[in-house]
């Protein structure tokens, strides 16, 4: 089992930055792909970016590519989102979610684990 534990939300202005961050508690966290999720008032949970064990080849959704970035430190049992250029339509709840390999990384049934998530608001 894996616990997660997000923060790092807030309100901030449009064009501002923010860094969300995910503790890890049990299981072997080296293991699993990380991923950060997203919900916006009245909308599916939407994935936003992933990165694997090796923190290699990281992947983005388009809304949020060149904008976001996430990493990883297996050392401490944290990922990370850095975000950037915050615009409101990223105004959502965002999650932490882990997964084993070998399914997809975009997909929210794909992911075993999940935090209770942080609020990003980003007023215009």
């Known amino acids: 089992q894996v616990q997660l534990v997000e923060s790092g939300g807030g309100l901030v202005q449009n064009g501002g930055s923010l860094r969300l961050s995910c503790a890890a508690s049990g299981g072997t966290f080296s293991r699993y792909t990380m991923a950060w999720f997203r919900q916006g008032p009245g909308k599916e949970r939407e994935f936003v970016a992933a990165i694997g064990w090796s923190s290699g080849s990281p992947k983005y959704a388009d809304s949020v590519k060149g904008r976001f970035t996430i990493s990883r430190d297996n050392g401490k049992r944290m990922q990370y989102l850095q975000m950037s250029s915050l615009k409101p339509e990223d105004t959502a709840r965002y999650y932490c979610?882990?997964?084993?390999?070998?399914?997809?990384?975009?997909?929210?049934?794909?992911?075993?684990?999940w935090g209770q998530g942080t609020q990003v608001t980003v007023s215009s």
């Open positions: 979610a882990a997964k084993f390999l070998g399914t997809s990384e975009v997909e929210v049934p794909s992911y075993a684990y």
